[in-house]
């Protein structure tokens, strides 16, 4: 059975850097790209960038090039979403989904706050 | 960027109604689009793929259609169990793979 499992909820404060993941299972990790997903709280999803494990070749979306970094490592099966110095306006629910051809599969979300 | 014009932002039917949910990708994007239901706290749930393909165990009365740059969404007979936001997505090999703006369904 194929599944993403996302890390825990986080609560940091504004400047903290923060790492997400996303454990993916039950197929070959390096065979499909990993794409994330924000939701920010009542709006809808935005697609923020997609890694392919296999060879790390990472595409962002012009939103958020230059505001967060996707990597993923191979040995352990795991997509990260870091930030280096989180806002306010990150605070967000944020989804990993596995695309083969479409977006079958999706994790369970991880919710981020971001508060002083 | 590909843009996804999705209408209405905003729906209320009544139980037994057919729904429908229209989406509009500013260029070619051929069959490659896909529709999901989001329940409130819930991971999106794809339903259809590659425009008219549902998902296995999605129930029949959700139905796609379209290609290249028109695509519609139909419940042929909307369920209490139904409501929902619903979005389309583009996910052409151009990226990014842009969502619509979403449509929330409501019961009447």
């Known amino acids: 059975e194929v599944q993403l499992v996302q890390s825990g909820a986080e609560v940091k404060k504004p400047g903290e850097s923060l790492k997400i993941s996303c454990k993916g299972s039950g197929y070959s990790f390096t065979s499909y790209w990993i794409g994330w997903v924000r939701q920010m709280p009542g709006k809808g999803l935005e697609w923020m960038g997609i890694?392919?494990?296999?060879?790390?070749?990472?595409r962002y979306s012009p939103s958020f090039q230059g505001q967060v970094t996707i990597s993923a490592d191979k040995s352990i099966s795991t997509a990260y979403l870091q930030w280096s110095s989180l806002k306010a306006s990150d605070t967000a629910m944020y989804y990993c989904a596995r695309k083969g051809g479409s977006y079958h599969y999706w994790g369970q979300g991880t919710l981020v706050t971001v508060s002083s | 960027d590909i843009q996804m014009t999705q209408s209405p932002s905003s729906l209320s039917a009544s139980v037994g109604d057919r729904v429908t949910i229209t989406c509009q990708a500013s260029q070619d994007i051929s069959n490659y689009l896909n529709w999901y239901q989001q329940k409130p706290g819930k991971a999106p749930k794809l339903l259809i793929y590659d425009a008219s393909n549902l998902e296995t165990g999605v129930p029949s009365r959700f139905s796609g259609s379209g290609s290249g740059t028109d695509f519609t969404f139909t419940i042929s007979s909307l369920q209490p169990e139904d409501i929902a936001t619903y979005y389309c997505?583009?996910?052409?090999?151009?990226?990014?793979?842009?969502f619509g703006q979403g449509t929330r369904l409501e019961i009447k």
């Open positions: 890694i392919y494990p296999g060879d790390s070749d990472t």
């Open positions: 997505q583009q996910y052409d090999n151009l990226l990014p793979n842009t």
